[in-house]
């Protein structure tokens, strides 16, 4: 239903930051949450941090709280996803994700609308 393009991704060191932007493009982002999934090397790909596009609500992965932030910019149809305190165990592909619905839960079956993902790497 909606487009995402997301980049911002790369390589950095431990304790180093980045952030992480999607542009959304197509049906209105009303009612939507939008937010990132990752996927690690040969692991399932889980939920990390989601904001409703109604009200600002945010939802976080336990493994994030205190580190990352989500924002989101209504003009532009854009959330960008800043990443502080960076570990190893951080790396992944990370992808951003769009639901229909004014909260998408935690799964990967509640988004319809996906982007292509951009790679973050964090070295020891």
């Known amino acids: 239903q909606v487009q995402l393009v997301e980049s911002g991704g790369g390589l950095v060191q431990t304790g180093g930051s980045l952030r992480l932007s999607c542009a959304a493009s197509?049906?209105?982002?009303?009612?939507?949450?939008l937010g990132w999934f990752r996927q690690a090397p040969g692991k399932e790909r889980e939920f990390v941090i989601v904001?409703?596009?109604?009200?600002?609500?945010?939802y976080y992965a336990d493994s994030v709280k205190g580190r990352f932030n989500i924002s989101r910019d209504n003009d532009k149809k854009t959330v960008y996803l800043q990443m502080n305190s960076l570990k190893p165990e951080d790396t992944a592909v990370y992808y951003c994700?769009?639901?229909?619905?004014?909260?998408?839960?935690?799964?990967?079956?509640?988004?319809?609308?996906w982007g292509q993902g951009t790679q973050v790497t964090v070295s020891s």
């Open positions: 994700a769009a639901s229909s619905k004014s909260y998408g839960g935690r799964l990967i079956y509640g988004y319809d609308s």
């Open positions: 197509g049906h209105t982002l009303g009612s939507y949450t």
């Open positions: 904001i409703s596009w109604s009200d600002g609500s945010t």
